[in-house]
């Protein structure tokens, strides 16, 4: 990197095919939270192309819970190859309304059964934090910045948890949620809060999973020079505004970043094929 910039990128995309990057973090407490409290069955939302009912799908396959995934959207005859996934590990699929869908507490009231065990929309909670916040065993007190995609904000909220007071937490928002700093904050204490972190709103291209060729050549151009693949929704945003940043003289001179891969690759299978090399 110029300007004595020294970035790195932490690939826990890379710790295991399916429950790819911040998901095996942010899903851990939350299941052995459910099997201590002898919970057999675990429900969460998601999309269509949603990370985390792919990964919620598999872990509870492997833990030998039963799993339910609330679906934004109707059924279509062409299920998406991450539902079609989930289903192969063992998901049942219900599918609800985009209207009904943002209602998440409605729907808990209207069908749950008592031996289900409910984890919100990716994760989002104190026991999603808590296991993000384990991000920070690989990484040490040298780094200066750690910069992070944010869907609900949870494995930013993590972060901020692990972070020493001489680290920068800088989330990249990958939607146009202005209130989700709001959501952040929620699941600080008042000692966590004065921490140093801030949240990036410029970098979503438009909104949730817009990808615009500007972005696509972006990622093509990442994957030719670095041989890192990134995904469409969050971690190619991400990259985006690490170079940006550092090309507007954002950081001081002899910063260390450290630049979280939180995985999320199967999001790119929404794209037609071959659009990317990787």
């Known amino acids: 990197m110029s300007k004595s910039i020294i970035a790195d990128v932490l690939r826990i995309d890379e710790l295991h095919p399916v429950i790819s990057g911040n998901k095996w973090f942010k899903l851990k407490y939350y299941l052995e939270d459910a099997v201590g409290k002898g919970f057999g069955t675990i429900v969460t939302f998601g999309g269509a192309y949603s ?8 872990a509870c396959k492997e833990a030998r819970l039963k799993s339910v995934g609330i679906i934004r959207g109707e059924e279509s005859e062409n299920l998406s190859h ?6 192969l590990d063992g998901m049942q699929l219900i599918f609800v309304s985009r209207n009904d ?21 990716g994760g989002y909670g104190m026991n999603g934090a808590k296991g993000a916040a384990e991000i920070f065993n690989w990484i ?49 204490t008042d000692e966590e809060l004065n921490k140093n972190f801030i949240l990036l709103d410029e970098y979503h291209f438009g909104g949730f999973a817009k990808h615009p060729a500007e972005l696509i050549n972006f990622m093509k151009d990442v994957w030719h020079q670095h041989q890192l693949p990134t995904d469409i929704v969050y971690t190619s945003k991400l990259l985006y505004a690490a170079f940006d940043l550092i090309e507007k003289n954002y950081f001081n001179r002899n910063s260390k970043l450290m630049i979280i891969h939180s995985g999320g690759l199967q999001g790119n299978l929404s794209l037609p094929l071959n659009s990317l090399p990787f």
């Open 101 to 121: 869908f943002k209602e998440e507490e409605s729907i808990k009231l209207k069908i749950s059964k008592p031996d289900w065990y409910w984890i919100n929309t």
């Open 140 to 188: 040490d007190d040298s780094y200066t910045h750690i910069l992070c995609a944010t869907g609900t904000g949870t494995m930013m909220a993590g972060l901020i948890k692990a972070a020493k007071n001489h680290q920068m937490v800088i989330g990249i928002n990958s939607m146009k949620n202005r209130n989700l700093i709001n959501d952040i904050k929620e699941l600080l």
């Open 51 to 58: 990370n985390h009912i792919a990964a919620t799908a598999f």
């Open 82 to 87: 991450t539902l079609q996934q989930a289903r």
